[in-house]
């Protein structure tokens, strides 16, 4: 059992930093009725006066989620694929990398209006290359992360619907430690380090389809699920959990159509912001 405040505290910052929160950061349970010896109420205790408020007997409802937690402060990573001089996929005069930042900042400011805190890896339509992508996520160990593209099928111009994708089981983890321990001082032993990221690894999937069920559903579109994939923006982040999203197929002349248009963006934004919140709320 690694000992992670101590481990926190080796660590440099601001990675250091990001998992002091993990341990200090941890919102203190939502409110319940059970007392701390397990669910017995004392019977000593003297019901407080009747409220005039209360024109009801019936007991305020318990908190809908025992596992909720807040979301303010909370920290999100956004990507948004491509940029400059990569365009990502073009079609039918629509370019991805304009879907992929226009989506991206509304979802920022939709986040941030929720108290989370949204850190983009790009605010302008410039080259980003993927390892600075990863790196700057890797800087918040604390947060999740969550790149945004467009999908695109040469071969089936009717191909739709959203698909997410998570790391690849097959994914070296022994080359990913070597990499990770290379580049982050995770004093602590390899021990420490596997942990991080065999934890980040086990978290993607319920963040992956918190966004996938979210859009597929708001969007009306086929749900094509969650998949995996060796892809260099998830393999190099290492200590968050971290997901691709593919919002829609720009290769679909109805699609690309819909992504043209700021009331879908705006949509697609509102429901991935809504899938966050969620897991955000029960992670
Ligand atoms: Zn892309």
């Not at 998570?166 to 990770?180: E, I, K, P, T, W």
């Amino acid at each position: 059992m690694p000992n992670w405040f101590k481990l926190a505290k080796l660590l440099r910052p601001p990675l250091a930093l990001g998992l002091a929160f993990l341990v200090a950061g941890c919102p203190p349970p939502a409110p319940s009725r059970s007392s701390p010896t397990g669910g017995r109420v004392a019977t000593t205790v003297t019901p407080p006066p009747p409220s005039p408020l209360a024109l009801s007997p019936e007991p305020e409802p318990l908190p809908a989620s025992p596992s909720w937690r807040p979301i303010t402060g909370r920290l999100v990573v956004l990507d948004a694929g491509h940029g400059g001089n990569d365009r990502g996929a073009s079609h039918f005069g629509v370019r991805e990398k304009d879907v992929n930042l226009d989506l991206v900042k509304r979802l920022a400011l939709r986040l941030e209006n929720q108290g989370i805190t949204v850190i983009l890896t790009r605010r302008q339509d410039v080259f980003l290359p993927l390892p600075e992508r990863s790196s700057i996520a890797n800087q918040y160990p604390q947060a999740i992360f969550v790149s945004i593209h467009c999908n695109a099928s040469t071969n089936n111009p009717a191909a739709t619907g959203v698909e997410t994708f998570v790391l690849s089981r097959q994914a070296d983890n022994a080359a990913r430690q070597a990499r990770a321990g290379k580049r982050y001082q995770v004093t602590g032993g390899d021990q420490a380090l596997a942990t991080l990221l065999a934890r980040s690894r086990e978290r993607a999937p319920a963040l992956a389809q918190a966004l996938q069920n979210t859009l597929a559903t708001r969007l009306g579109v086929p749900n094509r699920g969650v998949k995996q994939a060796d892809l260099a923006v998830l393999r190099e982040t290492f200590f968050c959990p971290a997901i691709l999203v593919e919002v829609g197929f720009i290769s679909n002349a109805t699609t690309a159509n819909q992504m043209a248009s700021a009331a879908w963006r705006g949509l697609a934004a509102e429901a991935l912001a809504e899938g966050i919140v969620d897991y955000l709320r029960k992670s």
